[in-house]
């Protein structure tokens, strides 16, 4: 069957004004049934918002606790009871701290008992991870 260029044409251009109409009015579709719904649908897990007073307030008292162990641990060679007083005002703002209650137990001093938080173990990642070559 022969066609002429002027069917072709008028064929070629039917199709592109249908492309271009569905186009239009699949975008409205969407814009008008899918994109509202999916505007509403909750999270799985919602953010956490943290107080800001609240996380200062948690980081002067870590870095207190850092500053009494840090000082307990410079004077222990030189000034033990002196050493002893800042591992107990570090557990005085801090009773799971690791560090201060090692460094008293090392000392012969028994810590005052508090909550002990232990270390977590690292599990191996579900995912292999691997770390990028320079070479080519």
Known sequence: MIRSPLVEWIVSLALVAGAAAFGVTGWQWYDREIRPTA???PTVTPTPFIDPVVARDAA??????LDHV???IAMRQANPRAAVEEFMKALALDPGNVDARQ?????????PPGSVVTATVPRPTPFPT???SLRA
Do not use: C, H, I, N
Not at 60 to 65: A, D, E, G, L, N
Not at 105 to 110: L, N, P, Q, Y
């Open 60 to 65: 002067r008292r870590s870095r207190q606790v």
């Open 39 to 41: 505007r509403t649908v």
């Open 70 to 72: 840090g000082a307990g």
């Open 103 to 111: 460094s008293l137990r090392e000392m012969g001093v028994d810590p």
């Open 130 to 132: 691997f770390t990028p």
